[in-house]
């Protein structure tokens, strides 16, 4: 499959854990981007890499959240002392660069369970 | 925060019939995206139209959109039950990151 993947598919942890997830973009995507989708909500916009450099940043992106793409292939977003409202579905998209906008394509997401 | 706001929230219809979904949006954009998300399933792209473009097909898929109004409406043609789905409309600007709207959610039924 060459698609988008994302690792765990599910994390369920304590509240104040730290939890780390994985995407894995579709090869050749130079554009990488991590969204947040709770329930009977459209996704929202986290953070966004272009290669290796992160270039933008939302507000929600708390000083609790940290995200790499260190060799500009896959990418970790990391959530310290995690919260109940953290529990969401985290979704990772690539897409590659295009100056005039191309779709971007979606892994399957990481479920959060914060308890 | 979301962008905007797609209308109707449900949408119940019968297979065969149209389904009309309607998006509008509050800034100047790049280009418009829907995409449809089933339960248990990843977002998928439908159709991407471009702030030049006053209307696009794709498939039973028609896409319009309105800039003076900062609306768009998705028309999906001789509707399946497979097409039973979350659809959500996604506006871009600047590096192209997606703004979503609060989706519709359709309900096709045999």
């Known amino acids: 499959d060459t698609g988008v993947s994302q690792n765990p598919r599910h994390k369920i942890t304590k509240r104040g854990q730290n939890v780390t997830f994985r995407c894995d973009p579709i090869s050749e995507h130079n554009r990488l981007y991590w969204y947040r989708q709770t329930l009977g909500q459209g996704p929202e916009f986290l953070t966004y890499f272009q290669n290796e450099a992160q270039l933008e940043k939302s507000r929600l992106l708390s000083d609790r959240f940290s995200a790499e793409r260190p060799k500009g292939s896959f990418s970790t977003l990391e959530i310290q002392r995690t919260e109940q409202g953290d529990s969401a579905m985290y979704l990772c998209?690539?897409?590659?660069?295009?100056?005039?906008?191309?779709?971007?394509?979606f892994g399957p997401g990481t479920r959060l369970t914060v308890l | 925060s979301q962008q905007g706001e797609e209308d109707p929230q449900a949408l119940s219809i019968q297979e065969g019939e149209n389904a009309t979904m309607n998006c509008s949006y509050k800034?100047?954009?790049?280009?418009l995206q829907w995409y449809r998300q089933n339960s248990g399933r990843g977002l998928v792209h439908l159709i991407l139209?471009?702030?030049?473009?006053r209307e696009k097909h794709s498939g039973r898929l028609r896409v319009t959109l309105d800039t003076s109004k900062k609306s768009s409406s998705l028309l999906i043609t001789a509707s399946r039950a497979a097409d039973t789905a979350s659809y959500f409309c996604?506006?871009?600007?600047?590096?192209?990151?997606?703004?979503f709207g609060t989706g519709t959610r359709l309900l096709v039924s045999p």
């Open positions: 998209a690539s897409s590659p660069y295009s100056g005039s906008g191309h779709e971007q394509f």
């Open positions: 139209i471009r702030s030049n473009e």
């Open positions: 996604a506006t871009a600007t600047g590096f192209q990151k997606l703004v």
């Open positions: 800034t100047s954009i790049n280009n």
